[in-house]
C-alpha cells in the first residue's frame, strides 16, 4: 500500500520556522517529481513547490519564494519542506504528493498520491 505520510506541523508564530517531511512508503519515488501544496480554510488547494525526480529542478509560487526550500533524499524516501520567516496567511493544511512523472509539475492534475495533511499554524 502507498503512502505518503507528512509530520512537522505546529504552531509558529510570525517570522518563525518549520521544517516539514514527507516520507513514502509502499514504492520507491526516486524517479517521480514530488510536490506540496497546502488548502485554508475555504480556499482551493494551492500550489507551493515541486521538486524533479533528481533533486536539480525546483519551482515555486511567487507567495513563498525566498522563504520556502523543498529537497528531497532519495536513499530515504523522503521530501523535506523548511518554511522561514513564516507569515499568517501561510496558515493551512500542507499535502504532500507524488508527480505522475519526473517532471516538477505546477497543477494538482499532475500529482497521483497525496498524503493526509498536516496543520501548519501561524499566529501574528
Known amino acids: 500500500q502507498v503512502q505518503l505520510v507528512e509530520s512537522g506541523g505546529g504552531l509558529v508564530q510570525a517570522g518563525g520556522s518549520l521544517r516539514l517531511s514527507c516520507a513514502a512508503s509502499?514504492?520507491?519515488?526516486?524517479?517521480?517529481?514530488m510536490g506540496w501544496f497546502r488548502q485554508a480554510p475555504g480556499k482551493e488547494r494551492e500550489f507551493v513547490c515541486a521538486i524533479s525526480w533528481s533533486g536539480g529542478y525546483t519551482h515555486y509560487a511567487d507567495s513563498v519564494k525566498g522563504r520556502f526550500t523543498i529537497s528531497r533524499d532519495n536513499a530515504k524516501n523522503t521530501v523535506y519542506l523548511q518554511m522561514n520567516s513564516l507569515k499568517p496567511e501561510d496558515t493551512a493544511v500542507y499535502y504532500c504528493?507524488?508527480?505522475?512523472?519526473?517532471?516538477?509539475?505546477?497543477?494538482?492534475?499532475?500529482?497521483?498520491?497525496w498524503g493526509q495533511g498536516t496543520q501548519v499554524t501561524v499566529s501574528s
Open positions: 509502499g514504492r520507491t519515488f526516486s524517479r517521480n517529481a
Open positions: 504528493a507524488a508527480d505522475r512523472s519526473g517532471i516538477a509539475h505546477t497543477t494538482k492534475d499532475f500529482y497521483i498520491y
